[in-house]
């Protein structure tokens, strides 16, 4: 494998390298480079500027006087930021909430993947179809249609009343319920579908063969099937944990004024307060603490999933 | 000896599709409701998509949203495939890691970050050159490309990846040039996966809200954010009937696409049988 | 070329064997050349002469460096060190696809979204050919593989036979000066493979192109090829005929890769211009050799007999001093057309016999425990020093 991609380096090395090569390379990386990553430093540079009634609201680092650049950095966001445990309890809420929502999502997903592995033919084609059905609709929508349902005013508040088992409505939107309710819901299919493909993969020859050398059904499963669904359940967690934690929409429309969650600060700070060097600090502090610290989990996984093979 | 286990995972699948379709059909089936209260069922009507359609702010969202879609996708393909093709086929360069972490990157993002950060920069370019003068549709394009390209990349990549990689050595082999090879063998070969990045990046950027929030200007309201401002303050019928037609749209657009691939399967195992074609 | 004058110079070939006339120009050859992947060296110091019309292989188990050796006459690696000539032409820095080299790939690599004749016909329109004379080249070269029937098929509606016909066929129809295989019946089921094997025999006799393939299997090499170059490590560890492998083998490797081998190491106690004595822990007489050996008294050597040329008796013979070992039938497998035993010496070795059934008997020769004595003619081994 490492002489072909060597082969095709050097193809491209020896024949493109003047034109082709460079312009193939080049559109791809100048575009993330404008767009993606000098934004960041523009993010950094507004996050140690102070906030000021202006337009745009905040103050310049660099200044012209006489003799030259006069450089005025602050400080002062980032402590804030630490002083003031609306932030720090916002991330550490942002975290919890979305490794609670990855463990209900497996919990569900798991089963349903193992399910749908394992049924026949035609009715599995259809099963999965199912669970991608909802991807394609609008997240927006799929969050919306549970106001409906958790609201003091909601489906399940109005058949519980008219059943006569409650006789006060029961607040279940605006708590932290209801933002489980909707990250697990929205991420279900984010979860089922790389267990699914590593359920499907897997030989039942395996567990056959755990089942003939005496081992007890759930014992072959704890033994075999699990170990070996490992990549999917790492794969399934980070693609629900990922988007969660940084989530702004569920906790906005389900979760309550006291759901706090990081992206919502971020919101919060930028469109309600319009304290632009705040929010900057808190991207680039969600950046350093949440961002970094994943893409480098990933990193290391992909390196043990090469070294692996 | 599986009875247990089969009636355990039964039991989860019908669980996990209630908890799934539930919503979605109280949605649907309130949208034929002709009060405005959710939870009193006062008649059929289609009296909300008519209100849907006469609603020309939602209506202009509406277009604004698919001309965003389609110019997204289109531009995100056009980025993401080169960015694709130098993951898995050009081997180690200079700033490699670079590269592949700036890819990588979006897919990993908190929406509240890009949206920031991609602000920021369209507010100090229009301090400094001029452009892009104010924000709307270009904005939103801009922002919506960047982090669909990232998603085509990765679908070209992976496809490229699992590909062969002797097809193309064959083709220069028999003489074609490096373009050439792309243009006349790679490209009709990933068409499959160029087409799932498309529609990917379309129903990304449709659906997108918060990145589209950050960087638009007055008169570039989107759908989501349309709907993001009516949801807020609660259900709106109104809304019931915008999500009916969607859902409906994405279940015709699935069933018709699954079964074309359904069909080219079966053509597939039909004459690949050996036993039948061989002399 | 006309078919007479192709008729003429393959008869040429079988009678001159270019390889032993030190006139002729090799048409391919390898200078020193090398090849590393990182640290590792897949190509070590290799040189070798190729000629004209030779259908030529390259032998050796996986990792052996066979494949990149073809990958770099093809052009697809450039050797680290070394030169590479093809006709005369250096090759260093030609780009495939300006190479007089056309390749017949192991997974056949056809173009999976076009048909039969187009898959043929793409190397002709890279050299931009009328359109007329690509489309007479292709239908001579589809009757040429017996795939005119099946000309707009797409490849996955062909069975693993009909894509390798078509995959040779792209290779051919360029008329290129070599003609590269890599494991080129690899992907066939076992009949298919030895009916091929002749087939592509016959086809290189017709058009005369020079072959040079690669193959892990030791019974395809020997069937198809003019001469073997036998690889391990990156090395070239013997070139020769089958005959000259089988019948010469310069090495224990090439003993062992090429055929079955027994090998008893002993050390040269006597020796004269007309014969050796090497005298062995391992067997209970001297091994007396009809010929002279290179090397000093005291020297180790190993012995290589092959399993039917050694003869098992029952009866203990009269002289056992030389060539003559005893055992017990250890296992004894019954193949039908010949049978094969593994006698353990009384030294504690164990030696591999096979015989021919050539006549019918009513029970077997010998049963197990079964006492017998192992001897061979004194030509019928061969000495190896490494």
């Known amino acids: 494998m490492s002489s072909d991609k060597l082969t095709l380096k050097q193809r491209y090395d020896r024949w493109m390298i003047k034109h082709g090569r460079v312009l193939v390379i080049g559109i791809p990386y100048l575009w993330l480079m404008l767009f993606f990553l000098i934004p960041f430093l ?26 030259g650049v006069n450089i005025t950095i602050n400080f002062g966001n980032y402590l ?12 550490i809420n942002s975290i919890r909430i979305a490794a609670i929502s990855t463990v209900i999502t497996l919990l569900i997903g798991y089963p349903m993947a193992y399910g749908i592995a394992r049924a026949q033919g035609s009715l599995r084609s259809v099963l999965l179809m199912l669970v991608i059905l909802p991807f394609w609709t609008s997240f927006l929508i799929r969050v919306y249609a549970w106001i409906g349902i958790l609201d003091r005013e909601g489906l399940i508040n109005a058949l519980l009343l008219n059943l006569g088992i409650i006789s006060e409505p029961l607040i279940m939107r605006q708590t932290e319920f209801a933002v489980y309710i909707g990250i697990v819901y929205t991420y279900l299919p984010f979860m089922i579908l790389p267990l699914y493909s590593t359920l499907e993969k897997m030989d039942v020859s395996l567990i056959e063969a755990a089942l003939d050398l005496g081992c007890k059904p759930w014992k072959a499963f704890v033994r075999v099937t699990l170990p070996l669904s490992m990549p999917g359940i790492l794969a399934g967690s980070l693609l629900v944990f990922i988007p969660s934690v940084g989530e702004f929409v569920i906790p906005e429309l389900l979760g309550g004024p006291n759901t706090l969650m990081i992206g919502r600060t971020l919101w919060n700070e930028f469109f309600a307060n319009r304290d632009w060097p705040i929010a900057s600090s808190v991207a680039i502090a969600m950046l350093v603490f949440l961002v970094v610290p994943i893409m480098w989990f990933q990193h290391i996984q992909a390196k043990q999933a090469e070294n692996g093979q | 000896m599986s009875g247990k286990r089969s009636t355990f995972l039964l039991t989860m699948l019908v669980f996990g599709f209630a908890f799934l379709y539930v919503p979605i059909l109280l949605v649907i089936i309130y949208s034929f409701n002709e009060g405005k209260l959710v939870t009193v069922w006062s008649g059929f009507s289609f009296k909300w998509y008519v209100s849907l359609f006469s609603n020309d702010g939602m209506i202009d969202a509406a277009w604004n949203s698919l001309r965003i879609g389609v110019m997204s996708a289109t531009l995100a393909l056009a980025i ?6 130098v993951m898995s086929r050009f081997g180690r360069f200079k700033s490699r890691t670079l590269f592949s972490g700036m890819v990588a990157a979006p897919l990993v993002m908190p929406e509240v970050i890009t949206g920031l950060s991609l602000l920021l920069l369209f507010v100090t370019l229009e301090q400094l050159v001029g452009w892009p003068a104010g924000r709307g549709v270009t904005t939103i394009v801009i922002a919506h490309t960047t982090f669909c390209a990232a998603y085509v990349a990765v679908v070209v990549q992976s496809r490229l990846t699992g590909m062969d990689t002797s097809v193309e050595e064959a083709a220069m082999d028999l003489g074609a040039k490096p ?14 996966a ?16 918060v990145i589209a929030s950050f960087v638009a200007g007055p008169g570039s309201t989107t759908l989501p954010m349309k709907v993001f401002s009516s949801v807020r303050l609660g259900v709106s019928p109104e809304i019931n009937a915008l999500a009916t037609l969607i859902i409906l749209a994405v279940t015709i657009l699935i069933l018709i696409s699954s079964l074309l691939i359904l069909r080219s399967e079966k053509m597939r195992s039909r004459t690949i049988d050996p036993a039948t074609i061989d002399d | 070329m006309s078919q007479g004058a192709l008729q003429q110079a393959h008869e040429d070939v079988h009678k001159t064997q270019p390889w032993n006339n030190p006139d002729t120009v090799p048409f391919i050859r390898f200078e020193n050349v090398t090849k590393k992947f990182g640290d590792f060296y897949a190509v070590d110091d290799v040189s070798l002469d190729i000629y004209r019309h030779e259908l030529f292989a390259l032998l050796g188990g996986s990792g052996c460096g066979k494949t ?10 450039e050797p680290t060190s070394g030169k590479i000539f093809i006709d005369g032409v250096d090759m260093a820095g030609v780009p495939p696809y300006e190479r007089p080299t056309n390749m017949m790939f192991q997974s056949y690599a056809l173009f999976p979204h076009m048909s039969v004749e187009q898959n043929v016909a793409f190397g002709l329109h890279q050299d931009g050919l009328p359109k007329s004379e690509i489309r007479t080249l292709v239908s001579d070269m589809l009757a040429l593989v017996q795939m005119s029937k099946f000309a707009t098929r797409k490849p996955h509606q062909l069975s693993g036979g009909q894509r390798q016909r078509v995959a040779l066929a792209r290779s051919l129809v360029k008329n290129p000066k070599v003609l590269l295989l890599d494991e080129p019946l690899g992907a066939l089921d076992k009949k298919l493979r030895e009916q091929t094997q002749f087939e592509l025999v016959n086809i290189q006799e017709k058009v005369g192109t020079t072959f040079v393939m690669v193959t892990h299997d030791q019974e395809e090499a ?31 490797f090439t003993a062992n890769f090429v055929g079955q081998v027994n090998l008893i190491e002993g050390v040269l106690v006597d020796d004269d211009e007309k014969y050796a004595i090497i005298r062995s822990d391992d067997a209970d007489c001297d091994i007396y050799i009809d010929h002279a050996v290179q090397g000093h008294q005291g020297m180790t050597f190993w012995i290589a007999i092959r399993p039917e040329r050694v003869r098992l008796i029952t009866e203990k013979p009269e002289d056992t001093k030389y060539n003559c070992l005893s055992g017990k039938v250890e296992e004894i497998g019954y193949l039908g057309g010949l049978s094969t035993y593994h006698v353990r010496l009384d030294s504690g070795i164990r030696i591999k016999v096979t015989e021919p059934n050539s006549t019918r008997q009513i029970e077997p020769r010998y049963t197990w425990d079964d006492r017998v004595w192992a001897t061979w003619e004194s030509g019928a081994a061969s000495v190896l020093s490494q």
Do not use: C, H
């Open chain 3, 68 to 77: 990149t050796l073809l990958r770099m006459l093809a052009g697809f690696e």
């Open chain 1, 80 to 91: 804030f930021l630490l002083s003031d445990s609306l932030y720090i309890s916002a991330y």
């Open chain 2, 80 to 85: 993401g495939t080169p960015a694709g093709l």
């Open chain 1, 42 to 67: 523009i993010v950094l540079k507004i996050s140690f500027a102070t906030a000021e009634y202006a337009q745009p609201p905040y103050s310049s680092l660099f200044t012209w006087i006489d003799e």
């Open chain 2, 194 to 209: 160029l087409m799932a990045g498309w529609l990917l990046s379309f129903t990304l950027s449709l659906d997108d809200l």
């Open chain 3, 222 to 252: 020997m069937t198809m090829a003019s001469r073997i170059s036998v690889m391990n490590d990156g090395v070239i560890k013997q070139t020769g005929t089958p005959f000259e492998l089988y019948e010469y083998p310069n090495s224990r």
């Open chain 2, 179 to 192: 373009a050439k090879i792309f243009f006349v063998i790679t490209l009709p070969m990933i068409l499959p």
